[in-house]
């Protein structure tokens, strides 16, 4: 990469929206050192030429564009830069470390809710399908009210814990309280207890329309469990200690929507991977698949889910995204 005489400043914001002044940054650091010309810089952030020229002019006039990047997402910006180019992603949002993984959670649960408001504000009809998880339910508390009648929103996990009751970290329910776009709720198990009752399940007829929205869904986020001894779909009973250690005696690093993957990203040939009642994992590239997840303890999973293209999109944190770039 080539590097100029380039700094983004640590400046006031008080005359700024912190958005506004990382979205500046995010221009002047494609514009001066990853040399884009201005087209580019339009199209990767999904603005018009004219807004990518006074992106660009916003960062220059705050005082931003010294001698040297000192921003502190410059640093963010190269780092995502490097896993897009490394692992073919074809979106990667890095967000600052900060003193703690809770903290590091809540950012980039924010920067998903940024991402989620974008996609529902676009006028275009969108199929939004969403998993389950504690970032993506941190991320939907940080969304504001949104008008998107022309937009549907889909669970493509069970709704129900093991005990019957709403599973808390799925997050349909709250995200249906902020947008006025119809959701379709899946009112099953996360994992059944048979295949057999997977599969009658499934074969409802009131569940037809919801399971096609979700195999048809242009856009999906997902969170990315681990399968260590603090694994969520253990702690919230999905599965119990037998089944873990099973599973991860045939290889599993980790799961989404319950569906448990080895270190290539390849399901667990497995009797509870035929039990889960999610929607079957793509890797159709023309469905996005963002996972929002953090924490040195997700980075083989993260890994092995990149490795299988069971993801093409990733937001996580400064730490991680070193990691993964690591050894």
């Known amino acids: 990469m080539r590097w100029m005489a380039l700094e983004v400043m640590k400046t006031p914001r008080s005359a700024q929206t912190p958005k506004k002044l990382d979205d500046a940054a995010r221009a002047a650091w494609l514009a001066y050192v990853a040399g884009k010309t201005q087209d580019e810089i339009a199209r990767l952030l999904g603005v018009s030429r004219q807004s990518a020229q006074r992106l660009v002019s916003q960062a220059m006039q705050a005082g931003l564009v010294k001698v040297r990047i000192d921003h502190p997402i410059s640093t963010c910006l190269d780092l995502s830069a490097r896993l897009q180019d490394r692992f ?3 979106l990667c949002e890095v967000v600052p470390a900060l003193s703690s993984e809770a903290e590091a959670g809540q950012a ?3 920067r998903l809710a940024d991402l989620i408001e974008d ?30 009648p022309q937009h549907r929103i889909v669970s493509l996990t069970g709704n129900v814990a093991p005990d019957g009751s709403t599973s808390y970290y799925n997050v349909l329910f709250t995200l249906g309280e902020k947008v006025t776009a119809q959701t379709f709720p899946l009112p099953v198990p996360v994992i059944a207890s048979t295949q057999s009752e997977r599969d009658a399940l499934l074969g409802q007829s009131t569940l037809a329309p919801a399971l096609r929205l979700a195999h048809g869904a242009q856009f999906r986020i997902m969170g990315i469990g681990t399968m260590d001894s603090a694994a969520p779909i253990l702690r919230d009973g999905f ?8 599973v991860r005696g045939k290889g599993a690093v980790g799961e989404i929507f319950g569906f ?14 035929g039990r889960v009642c999610s929607v079957a994992l793509t890797t159709e590239s ?9 924490g040195r303890s997700k980075v083989p999973a993260l890994r092995a889910a990149i490795a299988g293209r069971l993801i093409s999109g990733l937001i996580t944190d400064e730490n991680t995204a070193a990691s993964l770039l690591g050894p």
């Open 260 to 273: 448990p993957f080895d270190g290539e990203g390849a399901l667990i040939d497995d009797e509870v991977t």
């Open 108 to 110: 980039v649960a924010h």
């Open 119 to 148: 996609r529902l504000s676009a006028e275009a009809p969108v199929t939004l399908g969403i998993g389950t998880g504690r970032t993506l339910r941190a991320a939907v508390e940080h969304l504001p009210r949104i008008d998107c």
């Open 239 to 246: 599965v119990d200690d037998a089944t873990l250690t099973r």
């Open 88 to 90: 073919g992603l074809a």
């Open 286 to 294: 023309a469905v996005e698949r963002i996972a929002a997840a953090h």
